[in-house]
RNA sequence: GGCCCGUUCGUCUAGGGGUUAGGACGCAGGAUUUUCAUUCCUGUAACACGGGUUCGAUUCCCGUACGGGCUACCA
């Protein structure tokens, strides 16, 4: 394929969610597969819907996923600019130039006056069966039209869909889909405000910005039978580009498509990145702020709906590039799988290097006010990483190299603390204070614990929980010498000495 | 309601006129492991229904049911 440019377009209307990072992730999968370029374009015609900070999330959440666009606002290119807002100027000639091709015409109904209609007939729909009975520049004479529009009047500029024919809208995925035009109402293409529609601004646009591929959400299936006519009607037939309509993702469970409020409900994230709403109920946690890895998202939400036909399931960004293609994306909805998502990240966890997890796992610890030394922090990582799905869980396992566990297991202290386990507890820690700061590793420590065993005799179950719970609080966790080279000799030392009392109170 | 799209294990899906219908998540059991995890093994479970077409349909066609989307001067 040649020159293939294709855009992500979303509104700024509040946080970019999960299907929109999906329709981002495939359209900048085709573009990098053939060389081509992968461009944001902003569409703010809606003034009243605009929420202020959702371009920069937009974007913020795009570079996040390293999904960086070769044109857009704040990215450049030769094809801007790239908000509609500053478009605005480009859209009203073409809006007039399908009145002057007979193919649209002035309205001046209100918004009001068409409520009233849909309240009397809920199928009411402007189009070729009601337009003569409405007051347009189809019914009016041409001096009122001239009239009203010269008194200021709103008007706007409605598409005039033809009244019998099929317009054929091609899909890569669904193959074609077939329209009767009398089914096609006659869409706004300007509004009284001046700015375009959807319709119109996205048509004009992909045409200035020669785009190849559409690829966007099912919703847009239904009204792609008026974008075909709008490329027809503007002499742009030729350079039509291809459309893809991706499946939606739906809800975990229950009916309808993947929502905001699904997240708060089920607790789970719907949004690559938190969101700061005005309320605590309108402000959401993302999957950055739950714990995942960027990768990992991808790489799952490339599989809600798309699936290489082989077994391989862990791809890097370029595997996915390589192994892309529209005709894999499936047909029908897909079910959010939240258990799926988990397991992702638990993969990329636990084969990420040391030191990029370690860039992910210390904004984590510096919120609880700890700096660690990177290599400290690297062997940190590498110890509790097989243990970890979700990145806050190397704070809520490993807590305990920065800070004395809050809470100790009593309960499996009282079941083997007495007389006996107390004497050997106190010779271990006396020949462990033995070995050399300087000596203190993990196969030392396995050394000289192991001698100790043989020399009484013990089975590890006899003294290795009890070690536990004096370092860690806990009878689970990491493994126990990788755990006490970490703590280190003095901090290892420290815990076993104190926790002798504290055993002893235990069972008091 | 109308229009459009879809329907393989609970979920994500592969497959495709003749297969023991494959994989993954989850779940259950087992092995390994000083603990917890990890890892490994085993098991569990599906072609929505009814008609055609065909020697033969899960696969093709038509209906029905069900699910989804759209039906704004929102995108």
């Given at each position: 394929m040649e020159n293939i440019?294709?855009?992500?377009?979303?509104?700024?209307?509040?946080?970019?969610?999960?299907?929109?990072?999906?329709t981002a992730l495939y359209n900048y999968l085709l573009a990098k597969k053939h060389g081509g370029t992968f461009i944001l374009r902003i569409e703010d015609t809606d003034q009243s819907r605009y929420v202020p900070g959702a371009e920069e999330y937009i974007i913020e959440a795009l570079r996040w996923?390293?999904?960086?666009?070769?044109?857009?606002?704040?990215?450049?290119?030769?094809?801007?600019?790239?908000?509609?807002?500053?478009?605005?100027?480009?859209?009203?000639?073409?809006?007039?130039?399908?009145?002057?091709?007979?193919?649209?015409?002035?309205?001046?109904?209100?918004?009001?006056?068409?409520?009233?209609?849909?309240?009397q007939d809920k199928t009411f729909k402007y189009g070729a069966a009601t337009r003569l009975r409405l007051t347009n520049s189809l019914t009016l004479p041409a001096s009122e039209v001239q009239q009203r529009i010269a008194n200021g009047e709103p008007w706007v500029i409605r598409l005039q869909v033809p009244d019998n024919e099929l317009v054929v809208v091609p899909d890569l995925i669904r193959g074609e889909?077939?329209?009767?035009?009398?089914?096609?109402?006659?869409?706004?293409?300007?509004?009284?405000?001046?700015?375009?529609?959807y319709h119109?601004?996205?048509?004009?646009?992909?045409?200035?910005?020669?785009?190849?591929?559409?690829?966007?959400?099912?919703?847009?299936?239904?009204?792609?039978?008026?974008?075909?006519l709008l490329y027809r009607y503007l002499g742009w037939e030729a350079a039509m580009p291809q459309f893809a309509h991706l499946p939606l993702i739906l809800k975990p469970d229950g009916k309808g498509?993947?929502?905001?409020?699904?997240?708060?409900?089920?607790?789970?994230?719907?949004?690559?990145?938190?969101?700061?709403?005005?309320?605590?109920?309108e402000s959401f946690q993302g999957f950055r702020e739950f714990g995942f890895l960027p990768q990992a998202m991808l790489n799952f939400l490339a599989f809600q709906g798309?699936?290489?036909?082989?077994?391989?399931?862990i791809f890097t960004i370029p595997e996915l590039i390589e192994a892309f293609s529209l005709e894999k994306i499936g047909k029908s909805g897909a079910r959010f799988d939240f258990e799926k998502a988990k397991w992702y990240n638990q993969q990329y966890v636990?084969?990420?290097?040391?030191?990029?997890?370690?860039?992910?796992?210390?904004?984590?610890?510096?919120?609880k006010g700890y700096h660690p030394e990177p290599a400290f922090l690297e062997s940190f990582c590498t110890l509790l990483r097989e243990r970890v799905t979700l990145l806050p869980e190397f704070w809520e396992k490993g807590a305990f190299f920065f800070t004395e566990p809050k809470e100790y297991d009593a309960k499996n202290v009282q079941k083997r603390w007495d007389a006996t386990t107390r004497n050997l507890f106190e010779q271990l820690t006396d020949t462990l204070r033995a070995i050399a700061d300087n000596q203190w590793s993990e196969p030392r420590v396995h050394q000289t614990v192991q001698e100790f065993m043989d020399q009484h005799e013990l089975k590890p179950g006899a003294l290795f929980?009890?070690?536990?719970?004096?370092?860690?609080?806990?009878?689970?966790?990491?493994?126990?010498?990788?755990?006490?080279?970490?703590?280190?000799?003095?901090?290892?030392?420290?815990?076993?000495?104190?926790?002798?009392?504290?055993?002893?109170?235990f069972v008091a």
């Open positions: 440019r294709v855009r992500f377009a979303p509104s700024p209307t509040g946080a970019l969610h999960i299907g929109g990072i999906r996923c390293g999904l960086l666009p070769d044109e857009g606002p704040e990215f450049g290119g030769d094809y801007g600019p790239y908000r509609q807002s500053e478009r605005k100027h480009l859209y009203a000639q073409y809006a007039e130039q399908l009145v002057a091709n007979g193919h649209a015409y002035y309205a001046f109904d209100t918004a009001e006056a068409l409520d009233a209609h849909r309240v889909v077939t329209f009767r035009s009398k089914e096609l109402d006659d869409k706004v293409m300007l509004k009284s405000d001046g700015m375009p529609t119109l601004a996205n048509i004009v646009d992909d045409y200035l910005m020669r785009i190849t591929h559409v690829i966007r959400g099912e919703e847009w299936l239904p009204s792609t039978g008026h974008h075909v498509k993947l929502s905001k409020r699904d997240g708060a409900r089920l607790g789970i994230p719907v949004f690559p990145l938190g969101w700061a709403g005005d309320t605590p109920e798309w699936n290489p036909g082989t077994e391989q399931e636990h084969t990420a290097d040391a030191a990029t997890l370690a860039t992910f796992v210390r904004p984590l610890l510096e919120t929980p009890l070690l536990r719970i004096a370092l860690a609080g806990s009878t689970q966790g990491p493994a126990l010498f990788g755990m006490m080279e970490l703590l280190g000799k003095s901090k290892t030392i420290a815990r076993l000495d104190s926790a002798l009392p504290r055993f002893d109170g």
